[in-house]
């Protein structure tokens, strides 16, 4: 465990020199790890292998915290990425913009987590923590502990689970209000709030032509 503090120090002050922004040196891994597992990635939440789908869970917490106690709310956001990315594609199939999916994505999730789409074979089957000190450009240092959950599930009760949920959530009527909030908040933004000088949509069309 020393000796790779010290390799991260030595290679941390090779770069020193061409390094403009903060640096990030590795002091301490889960069972004295050489690298960090593949799948332990923050720019990749879900993806499916030999017919399991996975999701990661990732939080950074203070360098002094206790991996253990950490490990439960990482654990938690990886059981809970199978919803996010139910909504996700929600979004999709309804147009929703990136814009507007932070300020009515947790109102959707909500409801995903209320209706509980049936996971049962859905667990968490990997871990993985390191401790790191970052130094910024400035010169000013602090230590940060990140922890990462590996939760899979087949991937057929996964889709089957997506599709039950898609279903119900067109269905709601809590649902179908938020999406009519952005379908407005998305024509105000296009047509700045004036309405008239837009072409009227198909269906506006087809019921006046009745």
């Given at each position: 465990?020393?000796?790779?503090?010290?390799?991260?120090?030595?290679?941390?002050?090779?770069?020193?020199?061409?390094?403009?922004?903060?640096?990030?040196?590795?002091?301490?891994?889960?069972?004295?790890?050489?690298?960090?597992?593949?799948?332990?990635?923050?720019?990749?939440?879900?993806?499916?292998?030999?017919?399991?789908?996975?999701?990661?869970?990732?939080?950074?917490?203070?360098?002094?915290?206790?991996?253990?106690?950490?490990?439960?709310?990482?654990?938690?956001?990886?059981l809970s990425e199978p919803g996010r990315s139910m909504v996700s594609d929600f979004f999709d199939q309804n147009s929703v913009g990136e814009d507007l999916r932070a300020a009515t994505g947790q109102r959707?999730?909500?409801?995903?987590?209320?209706?509980?789409?049936?996971?049962?074979?859905?667990?968490?089957?990997?871990?993985?923590?390191?401790?790191?000190?970052?130094?910024?450009?400035?010169?000013?240092e602090r230590s940060e502990l990140r922890i990462y959950s590996l939760a899979e599930v087949p991937t057929g009760e996964y889709s089957s689970a997506k599709q039950e949920m898609l279903r119900k959530l067109r269905g709601d009527p809590e649902i179908k209000g938020i999406l009519s909030e952005v379908t407005k908040k998305q024509r105000d933004a296009a047509f700045g709030g004036n309405e008239g000088s837009r072409a009227p949509a198909a269906a506006e069309t087809a019921e006046a032509a009745q």
């Open positions: 465990m020393k000796s790779m503090y010290l390799v991260s120090v030595a290679l941390a002050a090779l770069a020193s020199g061409c390094a403009s922004g903060p640096r990030v040196l590795v002091l301490e891994r889960a069972d004295d790890l050489k690298e960090r597992p593949s799948w332990a990635s923050t720019t990749r939440s879900n993806y499916s292998s030999g017919g399991n789908t996975f999701f990661v869970g990732y939080i950074s917490v203070p360098g002094d915290s206790s991996p253990s106690a950490a490990f439960n709310m990482s654990d938690e956001k990886a959707v999730l909500a409801s995903v987590r209320k209706a509980r789409a049936p996971m049962p074979s859905l667990q968490v089957t990997g871990r993985y923590w390191e401790r790191v000190q970052i130094v910024e450009s400035s010169g000013s």
